[in-house]
């Protein structure tokens, strides 16, 4: 089970607010009840739906439907614009009292919070700025800084050089072909090899646990490892290149090169164990980019 979210929590109009402090999101369910509002009817408008659209698109985030002009807007709800939206928003069960309710990017809850009260807005708005204040000293930015850098180099080289190997390998045993499913199950049984090893669950088990965890469905297209805090990243990285080293010098199969690279990576004491989940690694590319923009930080 990961650790519980810390937040903060205000009064407005005799409701609690609660803002998440890892990620800034705010209780949007709350912020409409403080107003006597539903929520609902904010997600029910060609405006809103627009306004989610175009902040998926500057934040390069994942907009789940293919045609958002054919939607019908009258019957959108949080529910469905989590799955459309998964970076921007999220839904949970029970009251807002149990960290229940629609959850918003902190650039959304602002614009929610004109559309209750303006004045509110004025509020809200302190609030997101007292959050990127508070969210970003340098040692803070320096550790996101450094799980963006791990994960991009994990992405463009770690990763690629050992599914190079790996097909390498397949193509000398004479096994390979890109359209087979014998190819595709060769290298998911890789993969979980790797998970396996450092985490002791395979992707799938971990997809249902971060589901749970996050209170929302993680599709296939998603990947784990953007879930990875840096230390688990830094090892996952670490084995891929071990491994991939271990078949290219030393002609290793792949599953026995991973167990290999194991000893030759990770420390003697080391004890495999379920990760402890952390915020989304686009979340935390765009506080960075946020907090650069609004002049809290430097561009270098």
């Known amino acids: 089970m990961g650790k519980k979210v810390e937040k903060a929590s205000r009064e407005v109009n005799g409701v609690i607010v609660e803002q998440r402090m890892p990620d800034g999101f705010i209780n949007g369910t709350a912020m409409c009840t403080a107003y006597g509002k ?27 439907y293919s045609d958002l002009s054919n939607l019908d807007v009258s019957r959108l709800s ?21 960290g229940g309710g629609t959850w918003l990017h902190p650039d959304l809850a602002i614009q929610l919070a004109q559309w209750c009260n303006k004045l509110f807005a004025i509020q809200v708005s302190r609030w997101v700025r007292e959050w990127m204040t508070s969210a970003y000293n340098p040692v803070s930015f320096e550790a996101d800084m450094e799980r963006v850098a791990i994960r991009d180099e994990l992405k463009e080289n ?13 193509e000398a045993v004479g096994k390979y072909d890109s359209s087979s499913k014998e190819t595709r199950m060769f290298f ?25 965890q996050l209170g929302k469905e993680i599709s296939d297209s998603e990947l784990i490892r953007d879930y990875f805090p840096i230390i688990d990243l830094t090892n996952y990285a670490a084995l891929c290149q071990a491994a991939a080293n271990n078949m290219e010098n030393n002609g290793v199969h792949p599953i026995n090169a991973i167990r290999l690279a194991v000893r030759q990576v990770l ?6 164990k379920p990760i402890d989940f952390t915020e989304r690694i686009a979340l935390v590319r765009s506080r960075i980019e946020q907090a650069k923009s609004r002049g809290i930080l430097p561009d270098s």
């Open 38 to 64: 539903k929520i609902n009817s904010w997600f029910r408008t060609r405006d809103t739906l627009e306004l989610f659209e175009v902040l998926a698109i500057d934040l390069s985030t994942p907009i789940n």
């Open 78 to 98: 949080g529910t469905k614009y989590s799955k459309i939206f998964p970076d921007l928003v999220f839904s949970r069960g029970g009251s807002p009292e149990n």
């Open 158 to 170: 770690r990763r690629l050089a050992l599914t190079d190997q790996v097909k390498f390998f397949l």
């Open 188 to 212: 998911s049984r890789v993969h979980d090899e790797l998970n396996l090893v450092l985490t002791t669950e395979r992707a799938s088990e971990m997809r249902i646990r971060l589901s749970s």
């Open 267 to 272: 420390p003697s004491n080391y004890i495999a």
